[in-house]
């Protein structure tokens, strides 16, 4: 099972960072690659604990949808999202937040499970693992450049 952990520093308030992360109406200009859009549940707006959402994206040439769930929040500092339905056997995304200065760590640890058995496990190994920590980086930088682009 794949976990991958990765961080930016973003130049905003602690607050200010985890709101935008949670952001529904923000998402897809994160991740315009994907042509995200939410089309049930939460659709726009800050997604908060127990509220689901579900996404419509093109990954890897296939359109798909993905109903996330907020499993759990504390506020500013971490918030997780569980996929309820859609592709992977399991996913699990944490989204974390430190204040540094006047500044923020943001950090994303997401774990997944491909279905298919071995099968999947082997794609993981030869293309989804790459793929998704490629998504999650473009997510982060976007997020960055909006969030600092923003600060007066």
């Excluded at 707006?45 to 499993?71: C, D, F, K, N, P």
Aim: charged share 25%; aromatic share 10%.
């Amino acid at each position: 099972m794949p976990i991958i952990k990765m961080s930016v520093w973003i130049n905003v308030p602690v607050e200010e960072c985890f709101d935008l992360a949670r952001n529904i109406g923000l998402h897809p200009f994160t991740v315009p690659q994907t042509k995200e859009k939410p089309i049930a549940g939460r659709r726009e707006g800050l997604i908060e604990a127990g509220e689901m959402v579900t996404w419509r994206a093109r990954h890897l040439g296939v359109t798909q949808t993905l109903t996330s769930l907020i499993q759990s929040m504390n506020r500013p500092y971490q918030f997780v999202d569980v996929m309820v339905k859609g592709a992977f056997r399991s996913f699990t995304h944490v989204h974390l937040f430190e204040q540094k200065g006047e500044g923020t760590k943001m950090i994303d640890i997401l774990q997944f499970e491909s279905p298919f058995g071995h099968i999947g496990k082997l794609a993981d190994k030869l293309f989804l693992e790459r793929y998704m920590r490629k998504f999650l980086t473009i997510r982060a930088v976007n997020l960055k450049r909006i969030g600092e682009s923003l600060k007066p």
